[in-house]
């Protein structure tokens, strides 16, 4: 085989190579994004289609036959059961822009954080006593927490389960652990300067931004809760 073969065979495969590269950068950066705004758009409708038909089943109450001037006090809205992959709330994040926000769905695994935040199974959910533990990627699919380090104390974290708002705040600015360390995501988590039980939120992502042998985290404690008929919290606006 004449050098003039080999160098133009090699030079054909580096431009091939090239091209693949090129192709897989546009598929991370680009493409991921659009199937995930496609995926988060439609947990969002069903999300909210589904509270729409939770607040129509549920009836008004009748007139009461007595002269009682004071309506009965509301009861508290059962517990959903949470439903593998399935949205259950919507949270918003101020820090990271007015229109940043993301549904929260059950469970952790591949597919299913490819559609918005995974919530840890078998911690608190949105205002319950515990840790409120979510996950979401770093970069790729949306980037939901590609700004996750400017997160600092006192930033809101607002959740909705569509009957109540949930206004947690950030603690302490976010700290950098290993995968293996899962006592962050503990009822009271590790090393979180929490000292004992509370309404608690854990928000999980990869670090470094385009890596993932460590994790960034994020704690905070409920500051104030609300129905949702009474509007949006001030806190959108903090």
């Known amino acids: 085989m004449s050098v003039r073969l080999i160098v133009r065979t090699f030079s054909e495969l580096c431009i091939t190579a090239g091209a693949l590269i090129i192709l897989f950068v546009v598929y991370v950066l680009f493409w991921t994004g659009v199937k995930a705004a496609g995926a988060t758009e439609g947990q969002i409708d069903d999300l909210q289609k589904q509270w729409a038909q939770e607040a129509v089943a549920v009836p008004a109450p009748a007139p009461s036959a007595s002269a009682s001037p004071k309506p009965p006090a509301p009861k508290a809205p059962a517990a959903r059961a949470l439903r593998d992959g399935k949205p259950f709330a919507m949270l918003y994040i101020p820090r990271f822009g007015k229109s940043w926000e993301r549904p929260v769905l059950e469970n952790t695994e591949v597919k299913t954080l490819q559609k918005g935040l995974g919530h840890y199974r078998g911690t608190a959910g949105p205002g319950e006593t515990g840790n409120f533990a979510v996950a979401g990627h770093r970069r790729t699919y949306g980037d939901p927490f590609k700004d996750f380090p400017k997160l600092r104390p006192g930033d809101a974290v607002l959740v909705t389960d569509g009957t ?60 104030a809760t609300q129905p949702v008929t009474a509007g949006r919290p001030a806190a959108f606006h903090s």
């Not at 600015?173 to 009271?188: A, E, H, L, Q």
């Open 164 to 223: 109540t708002w949930f206004t947690y705040r950030i603690d302490k600015k976010p700290y950098r652990t290993v995968p293996s360390d899962v006592g962050v995501i503990d009822p009271v988590p590790r090393k979180s300067g929490f000292d004992g039980p509370g309404r608690y939120l854990t928000l999980t992502t990869c670090e470094p931004e385009w890596g993932s042998s460590h994790r960034l985290i994020a704690w905070a404690h409920l500051d």
